[in-house]
């Protein structure tokens, strides 16, 4: 069994609680309030960033030419293609640069992105790639999921046909066999690591998700 087939396994169930919670069967209808929806934009908006940063950690760990390659190329989507689609959103509901500018990752983007930082930077090529890999393939498999079920005039049919589409399906599978590449011949602790590590940014997918829904902020 691969890595990713192992590892999609063990998470199966996390990834159904995913699918299902309120946040994503509200975008997948349409009725998602509209405040809701721009915690999250806003929170992904500086995930993105972050994650480019964790991609860029990782394309310089790279073992081979052809990961570097590709690893450089969705760093660049993160912080560039992607944050098209968020600038569109901004712009169709009115949130300024400077509103965004202003507004502070909330604890769960910030538990999650300090997380990935941290394993790019201290841990192995591997264990980085695998916890980078759930966001790639659950955004995937959310986006493939709501595509299937479309509803007339839903407000947030650009983030559906985004990573729901063909072009972003064929990336996750891309990064999908990057991992499984970078898991092969690698010993039993690392294994596990990378276990970890997939299991932990699955799980904080959640969380993030959650917290928009929750409008979440600082208590303090």
């Known amino acids: 069994m691969t890595f990713s087939a192992d590892a999609w396994r063990r998470n199966e169930a996390l990834y159904e609680t995913i699918r299902t919670m309120p946040f994503n069967r509200e975008l997948a209808d349409g009725s998602l309030g509209r405040d809701r929806f721009l915690h999250y934009m806003k929170q992904d908006a500086h995930y993105l960033v972050a994650f480019g940063r964790c991609l860029a950690v990782a394309a310089a760990k790279a073992p081979t030419p052809d990961m570097l390659v590709q690893l450089t190329g969705s760093a660049r989507a993160a912080v560039e293609v992607e944050r098209s689609l968020h600038e569109g959103f901004f712009k169709a509901f009115g ?13 769960a983007c910030s538990l999650y992105t300090n997380f990935l930082l941290a394993t790019a930077h201290q841990d192995s090529f591997a264990v980085t790639v695998a916890a980078l890999l759930p966001c790639f393939w659950i955004y995937a498999e959310v986006g493939r999921d709501i595509l299937a079920k479309p509803v007339a005039g839903n407000p947030y049919q650009a983030w559906i046909d985004a990573y729901g589409g063909e072009e972003f399906q064929d990336g996750v599978a891309r990064m ?33 998700w959650d917290s928009a829904y929750r409008l979440e902020s600082w208590p303090v």
């Open 176 to 208: 999908i066999g990057l991992v499984d590449d970078a898991a092969r011949d690698q010993s039993p602790a690392t294994i596990a690591s990378m276990h970890r590590a997939f299991t932990m940014s699955t799980k904080m997918e959640w969380m993030f």
């Open 95 to 107: 949130v300024s640069a400077e509103e965004f500018t202003a507004t502070e990752m909330s604890p």
